[in-house]
C-alpha cells in the first residue's frame, strides 16, 4: 500500500520531534495509536460484514437450489407411468381423429378399385431350344 522506508519513518520521527517538541510528544504519538487503532476497527468490522454479506448471497443460492431439487424430487415422488401413457395414448387419438375428420371433410371419399387380372400365359413356360449348330442339326453330318 505505502511504501515507507526506514530512512523516511527517521525522517518524519525528527520533524516530528522538533515541530511537536519532546513534552507533547508521548501524548501525540498515544493519540496517533488510538486513531490507528479506530481505522483497524473499522476496517475489520467492514470486512466482516463484507464477508457475511458474501455468505447470505450464497446461502441464498444455495436455498435456492435446495429449494429447485426438493421440488423435482417430489415430482419424482409424485410420478405415475401408467397416467402420463394413458394421457399420452389420449391425446395421440385426439389428434388422430382431428386429422381424420379434416381430411374426411377437405375429400371425398373415392369408391375402390378392384384388382386387375392378367389373362396373359404363365411365365414358367420356356421355349423349344435352338440348335447350337447349324451343321450339326443335318441327319448325315456331313458339312454342306
Do not use: C, H
Not at 106 to 119: E, K, L, Q, R, Y
Request: glycine share 4%; net charge negative.
Amino acid at each position: 500500500m505505502f511504501e515507507i522506508g526506514w530512512s523516511e519513518l527517521l525522517l518524519i520521527a525528527v520533524v516530528a520531534l522538533i515541530a511537536i517538541g519532546p513534552r507533547e510528544l508521548p501524548t501525540v504519538l498515544r493519540t496517533l495509536g488510538q486513531w490507528t487503532s479506530k481505522l483497524r476497527r473499522m476496517a475489520s468490522e467492514f470486512q466482516s460484514q463484507f464477508q457475511e454479506a458474501m455468505r447470505e448471497a450464497e446461502l441464498a443460492d444455495l436455498k435456492k437450489q435446495v429449494d429447485d431439487m426438493t421440488s423435482q424430487a417430489q415430482s419424482y415422488a409424485n410420478f405415475d407411468p401408467v397416467s402420463e401413457v394413458r394421457r399420452e395414448l389420449e391425446s395421440t387419438q385426439q389428434q388422430i381423429e382431428t386429422a381424420m375428420v379434416d381430411t374426411a371433410g377437405a375429400a371425398a371419399p373415392s369408391p375402390p378399385v378392384a384388382p386387375a387380372t392378367d389373362v396373359a400365359a404363365p411365365s414358367s413356360a420356356t421355349p423349344a431350344p435352338a440348335p447350337a449348330d447349324a451343321d450339326a442339326a443335318k441327319p448325315d453330318g456331313k458339312p454342306a
